[in-house]
């Protein structure tokens, strides 16, 4: 085996392994009695049952990332990624075509094997507390509808680093990432009107006091929007959210009618306070920069490793190719991408606790925006005690107990 294999075969069990250990603590680490905080909110019934989510969830992905990871590891040493190549390449097709078809071999596999599991969370595990609210035509039909946008955009987005990579020489890293960062940034307008209404209907929100009272604080806000839409999240699942799409006056709020129903007025305002706080604080826009350094960083980096003999022989195969170095430089990224999740996640969380305190003194009533939290976190049946750990690595906003905290400290 060559180094690579080795480095390989060490990433991919070393990040199960890590997720394992995380997983198992953080079940260890939810408290078995019930926070003071959240007394009236969470019933003893209700509280153990969230308990058992977090357990029977954590299971799920477990046994999951251990089918995959043996998948994966059995099919790098079986040369399954040659095979996979000599039948793209038995087609005779162009060199984009063939890379097309040898991505889409993969990724399709991939995707079947998800299925079953997918089916399971859904269908079973979902339905046991109580989310699933889907049936079998709407989750075949966003699987289908799912898979084609996945072939379509992935395959935009393949074919055109591909093509830089064999016509731009050394420059190819740069002109990728000035095209998919255009190519993002175009999905991110286009994305409320034409990608969502393919898996949700958004209505309009009726008029009458949430309508007037989310339109009297975003005006005092100076927040340009296109309008206030209701999301029929509760086609799917019980759970609630709510969230903003799109730039400048094309911006959409979007409330779960599942949230709707939930909470009061001014537990809505407060949540969309907490949105319009991301807005104001400029962290979209950080966000969006840092995603696009991560581009080029990946970008640059890959530059290295195109039509590198010795990685090709760590996958057992016969010929090299620009497509099937994008694929397996994936996986030497593992590492990497890791770190720069974890960083994001710490900006997120810190991010996260700016837009509280934007929303509790703009809005100006603390308790809704508690209130709120806490629903929300009932509604989910979040853990309300995760290990440290586990927020470092995985938790993009911070646990709802140390919100609420920093809440009311900023209130004395």
């Known amino acids: 085996m060559n180094a690579y294999l080795y480095i390989i075969l060490f990433v991919l069990v070393g990040e199960y392994i890590l997720d394992f ?98 089916i399971y969370r859904t269908f079973v595990l979902e339905e046991k507390f109580g989310f699933n609210k889907t049936n079998a035509r709407t989750f075949t039909l966003d699987i289908i509808k799912g898979w084609a946008l996945g072939a379509l955009i992935g ?108 909470h009061t007025v001014d537990e809505l305002v407060s949540i969309l306070a907490h949105e319009i706080g991301h807005y104001r604080k400029k962290h979209v826009i950080k966000n969006i920069i840092l995603s696009t350094v991560s581009s080029g960083l990946m970008f640059f980096i890959l530059s290295f490793f195109i039509n590198n003999r010795p990685l090709f022989d760590a996958f057992r195969m016969e010929s090299v190719s620009i497509y099937a170095s994008l694929v397996f430089f994936g996986f030497l990224f593992i590492p990497i991408n890791f770190l720069l999740s974890v960083f994001a996640n710490f900006l997120s969380r810190k991010y996260e606790y700016e837009a509280d305190a934007f929303a509790v003194s703009t809005y100006g009533k603390p308790e809704a925006m508690i209130n709120g939290l806490k629903k929300l976190s009932v509604d989910n049946l979040a853990n309300l005690t995760p290990h440290p750990l586990h927020i470092f690595l995985n938790y993009s906003h911070p646990p709802v107990l140390q919100r609420i905290m920093a809440i009311r400290e900023k209130q004395i």
């Open 155 to 262: 395959g935009v987005i393949f074919s055109g680093v591909i093509w830089f990579f064999d016509k731009a020489g050394g420059a190819a890293w740069l002109y990728c990432w000035f095209a998919v960062t255009l190519f993002q940034l175009f999905l991110i307008f286009i994305a409320p009107v034409a990608i969502m209404p393919l898996f949700n209907k958004f209505i309009p929100l009726e008029d009458g006091e949430l309508n007037d009272t989310i339109k009297k604080y975003a005006g005092s806000q100076n927040f340009k929007m296109k309008g206030i839409f209701k999301m029929d999240a509760s086609r799917r699942s019980t759970k609630s959210n709510a969230f903003f799409t799109g730039f400048g006056r094309y911006r959409r709020i979007v409330l779960y009618d599942t949230l709707i129903k939930k």
């Open 21 to 118: 250990i995380v997983g198992k603590l953080n079940v260890k680490h939810a408290l078995p009695v019930l926070p003071g905080e959240f007394r009236g909110f969470f019933d003893s019934q209700k509280y153990e049952k969230a308990q058992g989510y977090l357990k029977d969830t954590t299971g799920f992905n477990l046994v999951k990332g251990a089918l995959f990871t043996f998948i994966t590891v059995s099919f790098i040493l079986a040369g399954g990624f040659d095979l996979v190549d000599r039948i793209a390449r038995g087609l005779n097709a162009n060199f984009i075509l063939t890379g097309l078809l040898f991505g889409g071999m993969i990724m399709f596999a991939s995707q079947i094997i998800e299925v079953p599991f997918s």
